[in-house]
């Protein structure tokens, strides 16, 4: 928050200037919010450049004299509510007058002023949603703001291959799906028996606490669906920096799909651990060999210690 008056506390947070101005927090009153953690994600923002990065992915068809929030602007603003736990795009209402937000989009100087208000619902909005039906942004009248999918989808990989100094000997690619329970009539959402609810089921791809992909999918679709080419995708944008990295995709029964089996198998240095569904003639087949994995495993084990 920005201090009210100049006595200087005893306890006293100093953050980053901007402007020439100093930001502390401190007890002393004067704007409140009680989201001042904001201040720091977006110093870590600016630092790794993530909103800026993924605000080069949409093309900006609005009339530059008329914008009062970049998109990189109104990409941070919902990033960081979302963040703070307010995942309704109507939240930023009132959020657009919360003085640590401000600070967190370097809108300090107009925290008094009503045109340094941040963007509302309705602009925010027209960020995120573009029905099929716009088909040219440039004469659209409310919907000029136009997102690359395949840029914002290659982004995620690029900052997990960044955050290594150096190609790492090996990595895992770790596939699962979840729920993502919805409370209403939304496009594409059914009622699935395995996670009792009404939802969609979105694929994920992570390497570690790196979120490679994010494919929102309905949920009467196979769990596999799109796992493959999603697969296809990383593992050549990974290849096209780290030619020697082996690579281990992991997976449960969902994914023991044979297009898949195949894939690895083909790929230099990929190997795979999916699961199979449990059955009794598979038990019974495999008997020695999960034995025979047993007893080294058991072997190995007892040598290391």
């Known amino acids: 928050?920005?201090?009210?008056?100049?006595?200087?506390?005893?306890?006293?947070?100093?953050?980053?200037?901007?402007?020439?101005?100093?930001?502390?927090?401190?007890?002393?009153?004067?704007?409140?919010?009680?989201?001042?953690?904001?201040?720091?994600?977006?110093?870590?923002?600016?630092?790794?450049?993530?909103?800026?990065?993924?605000?080069?992915?949409?093309?900006?068809?609005?009339?530059?004299?008329?914008?009062?929030?970049?998109?990189?602007?109104?990409?941070?603003?919902?990033?960081?509510?979302?963040?703070?736990?307010?995942?309704?795009?109507?939240?930023?209402?009132?959020?657009?007058?919360?003085?640590?937000?401000?600070?967190?989009?370097?809108?300090?100087?107009?925290?008094?002023?009503?045109?340094?208000?941040?963007?509302?619902?309705?602009?925010?909005?027209?960020?995120?949603?573009?029905?099929?039906?716009?088909?040219?942004?440039?004469?659209?009248?409310?919907?000029?703001?136009?997102?690359?999918?395949?840029?914002?989808e290659k982004s995620f990989v690029e900052f997990f291959l960044e955050s290594y100094k150096k190609p790492p000997l090996s990595i895992i690619l770790d596939m699962d799906v979840t729920d993502d329970q919805v409370h209403g009539n939304q496009e594409g959402a059914f009622f699935n028996s395995y996670y009792h609810g009404v939802c969609y089921a979105p694929l994920y791809i992570f390497c570690g606490h790196h979120l490679l992909v994010a494919k929102l999918r309905s949920s009467n679709v196979d769990p596999a669906d799109g796992a493959l080419d999603e697969l296809q995708r990383i593992i050549g944008l990974i290849r096209e920096k780290w030619s020697e990295t082996h690579i281990l995709v992991r997976g449960d029964s969902a994914y023991a799909r044979e297009e898949i089996f195949y894939f690895c198998e083909n790929q230099p240095l990929v190997d795979y651990v999916i699961a199979m569904g449990t059955n009794g003639v598979i038990k019974l087949r495999a008997d020695d060999v999960i034995e025979k994995a047993k007893h080294e495993y058991e072997k190995k084990t007892s040598s290391n210690n």
């Not at 960081?80 to 300090?108: F, Q, S, T």
Request: proline fraction near 4%; include cysteine; charged fraction near 30%.
């Open 1 to 152: 928050m920005s201090p009210s008056h100049p006595r200087t506390p005893r306890q006293v947070i100093n953050f980053s200037k901007q402007k020439g101005k100093e930001i502390i927090a401190n007890f002393d009153g004067g704007l409140i919010t009680s989201d001042a953690g904001i201040v720091w994600i977006a110093e870590l923002d600016k630092k790794l450049g993530i909103t800026e990065k993924f605000g080069n992915c949409f093309q900006d068809h609005r009339h530059q004299s008329y914008v009062d929030h970049s998109v990189h602007e109104l990409l941070a603003q919902r990033l960081y509510g979302i963040i703070l736990g307010y995942e309704d795009v109507n939240d930023h209402d009132k959020l657009r007058h919360d003085p640590a937000l401000k600070i967190a989009l370097e809108k300090l100087n107009e925290l008094e002023d009503k045109k340094g208000w941040l963007a509302g619902k309705s602009t925010i909005n027209r960020l995120e949603y573009c029905p099929e039906t716009i088909l040219d942004q440039k004469t659209s009248r409310y919907h000029k703001i136009e997102p690359n999918f395949e840029a914002i």
